[in-house]
C-alpha cells in the first residue's frame, strides 16, 4: 500500500477557490457565506452548507449552490481517489424585482464614488460599473437621442437655405414656397435650441447619478418595460383652397382631410427615480419610431414633477397616400405627419403597481404635407403648437400589467398674408392611441 502523498496547495478557477488535499480516502467539503445554502450534486440534492460529502468515486462532479435572494453556483469536481477538496463560496446577493417595487429599502455595497463619477462623463459607464446595467443602457440613449435631434434640426436648417431664392421677379407661388422655407428654418431652430440643453442633461444626470449611486447604501428602485401595442391614429388637417390655380372641385377635395392608420408596435421602457425614458418602434407600416425621457424631482412619496423632451418620426413607403374622395370624384392626398419634436413638462406617479405620466409643451413643432395641387405633389412645412401627452400602467402582479397612451396635439400655420390665395395648410389636429400588454423585468 502506497503511502500518502502529503502536499498542500491552492488552485484557482473560476469565481472559487479549491483547497486540495491528497489522501486516501476522497472527500469533498461544501461552504457557502450565508451558510444553510441548499446542495446539489449532479443534479440531486444532497443537504445544506456546510456540509462533508464522504465516499465519493472518481470522477466528474458537478456541484450547485443555491439559496433564495442569492445568485446560484455551479462548477465541476474532479475528484480522485484519495483527494479532498474543499469549496467555499460567498454568494451574491440578489436584488428581486419584488423588492425593487416595494416600500423597502435595499441595502448595497458602495463603490467608489470617485471612479464612478469619472466614469460617468462616459454616457451610461458609471451607472453599470455602480451595478445598474439597465440605467447605463438608458442613460446612453436619453444622451445620444438629442444629440440625433440636434444634428436633425442642423440637416434641415442647411437644406431648407439651400432652397431659398430671394429674386423678386420670381412668381407668386415661388415666393410663398420661399416664405415656407423661411418658416421651416426658423421652427428648425426651433428644435435645435431645444435639443441642446438636454444633451447636457444627459450629462449632467451621468455624472451625478453615478457619484451618489456609489455612496448609497441602498439600491435605487428602477425597473424596463416591455410592452407590445396596437394603435391607432387621426389626423383632420384643414387646408386653403387655391383660387388661383385650382378648380373647384380640387379646393373642395382639400378643404378638409382626415386621413387614419392602424399599426402595432412595441416599446422599452425604463423607470427610476430620478430618469425615466420610453423608446417605441413600430413593427409594419406606418413605422412610428419615437423616444422621450423625463428628468424628475421627487416631490412627496410616488409623486414627481419632470421635464421631459420628445421625437417622433413616422415612416411609410407610401407617404402621400391616395384615397377615392366621394364628394368631388377624384383622388386627394390623405393628410401625414412626419417629425415631431417639443419639450414638455410633466407629473408622474409611480407607485408599486400603477405608473401615470401626464405631460403637456406649450411649444410643439410638426412636420405636414403641404398639398400644392390636384395631382398630389406635395412637400413638408412645420406647424407650431401644443401637445399633451399620457401614460398609465397597471400591473396585475409584479411583472405583468396593462398600459394605455395618448397623445393630442393642435398645430397652426404661421400666418401668410401675403399669400391666403394660394393652397396651404392652415390647421392640423392629432390623435393618437395605444393600449396592450406590459411586462416588467
Known sequence: QK?????????KKGNFLKNINI??????????????????????????????????????????VRKGGYAPYKGKVHLTEGRIITIKKELKEVVELKDLISDINIPRQKTNAKKAMLLGFIPGAGGIYNGYPKKGI??????IMPLMGTLLANNNISTYESRLNDNPEISL???????IQNNNIELSKNQLY????????????????????????FYEKQYLLFSFNGYTYSINQSQTPDELNQPAYFNEGIHSLIGSKNSMNISLGFIS????????????????????????????KALSLGLGWYLGSYFDNDPTWYETNPTV?????????????????????????????????????????TFTDKSGNADYTFLHGFDMLCKAYYFINDHLGLNFSGRYGNYEAP???????????DNLNYIELRLGMSLRY
Open 23 to 64: 489522501e486516501k480516502k476522497g472527500k469533498t467539503v461544501v461552504n457557502t457565506l450565508p451558510e444553510n445554502a441548499k446542495i446539489y450534486l449532479n443534479g440531486n440534492f444532497i443537504g445544506y452548507t456546510p456540509k462533508e460529502i464522504e465516499g465519493l468515486k472518481s470522477g466528474v462532479y458537478i456541484v450547485e
Open 329 to 369: 370624384e377624384m383622388d386627394v392626398v390623405i393628410p401625414s405627419i412626419g417629425t415631431s419634436y417639443f419639450a414638455y413638462g410633466n407629473i408622474i406617479i409611480n407607485s408599486n403597481n400603477f405608473y401615470l405620466n401626464l405631460g403637456y409643451s406649450p411649444n410643439s413643432i410638426v412636420a405636414a404635407y
Open 194 to 217: 431645444l435639443s441642446i440643453p438636454f444633451i447636457g442633461f444627459g450629462y449632467l444626470y451621468s455624472v451625478l447619478s453615478s457619484y451618489f449611486d456609489a455612496k448609497s447604501d
Open 273 to 300: 427615480k430620478y430618469y425615466d425614458m420610453f423608446f417605441q418602434m413600430g413593427v409594419y407600416e406606418p413605422f412610428l419610431a419615437s423616444i422621450d425621457l423625463s428628468y424628475k424631482i421627487p416631490v412627496y
Open 415 to 425: 400666418p401668410y398674408e401675403k399669400y391666403e390665395t394660394i393652397t396651404r395648410v
Open 3 to 11: 503511502k500518502p502523498i502529503k502536499e498542500n496547495y491552492i488552485v
Open 138 to 143: 438608458a442613460t446612453i440613449l436619453g444622451t
Open 173 to 179: 407661388y415661388d415666393q410663398y414656397a420661399y416664405e
